[in-house]
């Protein structure tokens, strides 16, 4: 049973427009969470995280939003870029142990 | 330059024949982790260590050894590989600090094929 899901295996947006990213938990106990980006032939790459305190995290571009209520979190990219196109995957930890990744969505940013 | 280095990269085998992936990082992380990515699962967790002879088991760990004998290594051992572990695996790697930016950082993935 996947504690985390992403619902969407892809996504396409407009380049400079804003890219959302949804992510959905079902584990409570989860105390942080991160996203990272992943090319094709290499390993993931972090983007950004958030602790369970907060319900925003900004780093650039990029934005996490986290609705605890909801077991509910989002990626937003803005503006997005063709560089941007890469699969994303959110993950859920519990005390920085054991951590559960989302099967992916692929973003596509056309020119 | 900080790095996880995963060896090889790709691999073919045959059923049953005993194989082991290696896993290395120069960050002098405590905390290291074998991961699967297989389609429409995303990443999977297989095993973890938190530190020097402390390992634990994931959500996937049935057909996988591990041993964490130093630091900065961290094998991932098949003793009976089978064709369902055929999957792209990655190792990963952090501090155990807990400061407000902890991330895992992961190695570029070795493509495991078992005829």
């Known amino acids: 049973d996947q504690q985390v899901k992403q619902n969407s295996p892809s996504l396409s947006v407009q380049e400079g427009r804003i890219s959302i990213l949804n992510c959905d938990y079902t584990n409570s106990m989860f105390d942080y969470f991160l996203w990272y980006k992943k090319y094709p032939a290499e390993g993931p790459t972090f983007l950004i995280s958030i602790s369970s305190i907060k319900d925003k995290n900004e780093d650039g571009r990029f934005t996490v939003f986290l609705n605890k209520s909801a077991k509910h979190l989002s990626l937003h990219i803005v503006p997005s870029q063709p560089g941007d196109s890469a699969v994303y995957f959110c993950a859920g930890s519990y005390n920085f142990n054991k951590f559960y990744f989302g099967s992916g969505t692929k973003l596509n940013v056309k020119p | 330059e900080a790095q996880v280095t995963q060896n090889p990269r790709y691999l073919i085998t045959v059923t049953g024949k005993k194989l082991t992936v290696t896993c290395s990082q120069n960050m002098n992380h405590e905390y290291m982790s074998w991961y699967r990515q297989d389609p429409g699962l995303g990443l999977r967790q297989i095993y973890y260590?938190?530190?020097?002879?402390?390992?634990d088991k994931g959500d996937v760990p049935e057909g996988y050894k591990v041993s964490r004998k130093e630091k900065r290594n961290f094998p991932l051992i098949l003793e009976s590989p089978s064709p369902n572990q055929t999957s792209l695996y990655f190792c990963?790697?952090?501090?155990?600090?807990?400061?407000?930016?902890?991330?895992?950082?992961f190695g570029s993935g070795t493509q495991l094929s078992v005829l």
């Open positions: 990963a790697s952090s501090s155990t600090r807990r400061t407000a930016n902890e991330k895992l950082f």
């Open positions: 260590s938190m530190n020097v002879e402390v390992t």
